[in-house]
């Protein structure tokens, strides 16, 4: 069985300050990590994917995740937070096999950037 | 490019009444998902299909039935709407073929069962 839990339900930062999103995975095969960030209304759209050709993943709108086998880690960071970076972002789990899709979601994370 | 399409966008049930959520994508996945949204508890999957002609129960199946028309479409129905179906629905599809291959979603159908 997989599962996601993802640290903090919440997380305020000052525009311009670093962002960073805690993911932690458990799957007792290689796992298909995933970040995705869903706006006010909106479906949910890819940030990233890890795809095991290196541990340092870079994704859309400067946002990156690093993938820390040690620690069943792929925390999301980006530098320099923006106001459009306000969002709820989520981290997820695929099983592979033949529904790549088939995914295995954390609760969710609110970001919210103040001026 | 119209990617993965639901319809209604919002819809208000009444207890016991049913209805049936529509979803067609364009991209020709194989693979097709539905998955229920509630406030901090992430996206669970209700059903999935992971070909045409195929159906497998998720996490949440109790009280749903869904039907893979063909390869583009995805239905959703409630046969008797309850008060804790009220949630946000979205469908997904993806290849079923290749690794890290990620899911596409839709724009949401926004549910209350009153």
């Known amino acids: 069985a997989q599962s996601v839990t993802q640290l903090g339900s919440h997380v305020s930062v000052s525009e311009g300050a670093l962002v960073l999103l805690r993911c932690n995975y458990s799957s007792s095969v290689p796992p298909y990590l995933f970040w995705y960030v869903q706006y006010p209304n909106q479906g949910l759209q890819l940030l990233l994917k890890?795809?095991?050709?290196?541990?340092l993943v870079k994704g859309i709108n400067g946002f990156e995740a690093e993938f820390k086998k040690s620690e069943t880690s792929f925390h999301l960071t980006k530098p320099s937070a923006h106001m459009s970076d306000a969002a709820e972002y989520f981290c997820?789990?695929?099983?592979?096999?033949?529904?790549?899709?088939?995914?295995?979601f954390g609760q969710g994370t609110i970001l919210t950037v103040h001026p | 490019n119209a990617g993965v399409t639901q319809t209604p966008k919002f819809q208000v049930l009444k207890t016991g009444q049913s209805m049936t959520l529509q979803c067609a994508q364009d991209?020709?996945?194989?693979?097709m998902y539905w998955y229920r949204q509630d406030p901090g508890m992430g996206l669970r999957l209700i059903y999935y299909s992971a070909s045409e002609g195929t159906t497998d129960k998720g996490e949440v199946p109790n009280g749903y039935n869904v039907s893979r028309l063909n390869k583009r479409e995805f239905s959703l129905r409630l046969e008797s709407a309850a008060p804790s179906q009220t949630s946000v629905y979205f469908c997904?599809?993806?290849?079923?073929?290749?690794?890290?291959?990620?899911?596409?979603f839709g724009q949401g159908t926004r549910l209350t069962v009153v």
């Open positions: 890890y795809t095991s050709a290196a541990t």
């Open positions: 997820a789990v695929g099983s592979g096999g033949t529904s790549y899709g088939k995914l295995t």
């Open positions: 997904a599809s993806s290849e079923a073929g290749g690794f890290y291959t990620e899911a596409f």
């Open positions: 991209m020709n996945h194989n693979s």
